[in-house]
């Protein structure tokens, strides 16, 4: 019988989200899926209340295509990356 | 006899050699004279300009390693000898694509900077050099690109794009680039941009990472489709205050160059619905797909509420400078002056100095006698530097007659953040720590390096 896992997707932090999470990349395991964009960010916030400053700021971007926050629905399977991009300004 | 007619013939080469050498250097003299830079500081008319109807032979030899490219070819350069770009910012983005536009042979560049060179802008902006400190960034630039290319028409604008002369200036151009440092000018260039048709090159660059992406091209989307609020001013970081790797704009500089010379040579450009992501630490680069133009955008949508250019200093709620904004959180016996601290130090009066800058930051310079305790450290309560600065209280507490409140002053780069860690502190006094009187040292260490102290260094 074949085993139902639920999907492990890797995030990206870049810019101010590397600084508020202090990270570069983390393992997200067990995400639901599907599961709405909305859900998604959300499951991130819990994860690193910090985000919270990009809130309505952030792109999403999931398998290298923005996804817009709200009710998208996604499908995620192992191995998805899901990158968090806040604007940069510098220059 | 024969060595008469030796001799000279040698002399008269001689003086023909001499007679080429003059009539080289006077030739180049006439050139340079013939195009002389005139900085404008305001927007005037220009004159329209028309591609060459053929090459040369000069341009022949001079861009022949890149007529040789078939997705160029004679036609492309042609194309180019027509177009037009406008520079916003001649910094770290602006510099590398001024430079590579000039030399490709793009007709006309505009460079617009309302800054000076200074020492801490060589690092990464590379055509201004160190004599040009001082000087006005657009014509330091625009000089050192007539030096590499002298066919090319340099505009050198040396003012701040506002939203009076915004849509004359970009109205003028074929293509616009923005290697601008600060979120209003970003917004303004973007709505410029979306009123008058033309497609926007963006780059931006801090510390180890980069973006790019190119807007209103194509069906794709603009800046505010992706980003239709601006983030709170307290949330942005600037090159000043951050730091940036000078070879990370230099590389995005670059992209942006490439991009340019694609939509002006008449290729098009592969970034117009993506938004490539450079992380130079870690060496990856991610392009991301992008939607296309949004509906419901507020400028370029299918029924915009921005139909003219907006204040985007209120908009954005932030200056349009990428200097650092000067808080004011405390009351004014909350803050001493440099002065009074340095009188405080003479009379040894005791008292905890306590520098709330990052680590890498206290590496470059700090006063002998200071506590180092990062901001960040104490607004996430560390407990070992929480600790630490207890204890620093309890001894002082010890050295001093009767019950006083310990003195803490804090100091920081420039006054912002130790004005925040005060107010942290406050909360603290009396509960996580003993009591305590905080003070915040206005101006921070670069007040001490100017009032002070000249020896100590400014960064």
Known sequence: ?91 | MAQEVCSLKAQLEEKEKEIAHLKNKLALLEKSNASVLEVQDKVTPLNPLTAKPALSNEDIMRYSRQLLLPELGVKGQLNLSGASVLIVGCGGLGCPLAQYLAAAGVGRLGLLDYDEVELSNLHRQVLHGEENQGQAKALSAARAVKRLNSTVECIPYHLQLSPKNALQLIQQYDIVADCSDNVPTRYLVNDACVLSGKPLVSASALRMEGQLTVYNYCGGPCYRCLYPLPPPPETVTNCSDGGVLGVVPGIMGCFQALEVLKIASGQASSCGQQLLMFDAQGFRFRPIRLRPKQADCAVCGESPSVTQLIDYEAFCGSAATDKCRKLNLLSKDQRITVQEYKSVVDNSGLHILLDVRPLVEVDICHLPFSLNIPLSSLEQRKSEDIQLLQQRIVQLKQQMAGDCQPPVYVICKLGNDSQKAVQVLEKMSGSELDNITVKDICGGLMAWATKIDTRFPQY
Do not use: C, H
């Not at chain 1, 309505?56 to 998805?80: E, F, M, P, T, W």
């Open chain 1, 1 to 91: 019988m074949e085993k139902l896992s639920l999907p492990q997707v890797t995030v990206l932090y870049f810019a101010r989200s590397a600084e508020l999470t202090g990270l570069r990349e983390e393992e997200l395991v067990a995400v639901p899926t599907p599961i709405s964009s909305g859900d998604l960010w959300a499951l991130l916030l819990r994860k690193q209340p910090r985000l919270v400053a990009l809130q309505s700021r952030v792109i999403l971007a999931v398998r290298r295509q923005y996804v817009a926050i709200g009710n998208q629905r996604l499908s995620l399977q192992d191995g998805d990356e899901v990158a968090v991009v806040p604007p940069l300004s510098g220059g």
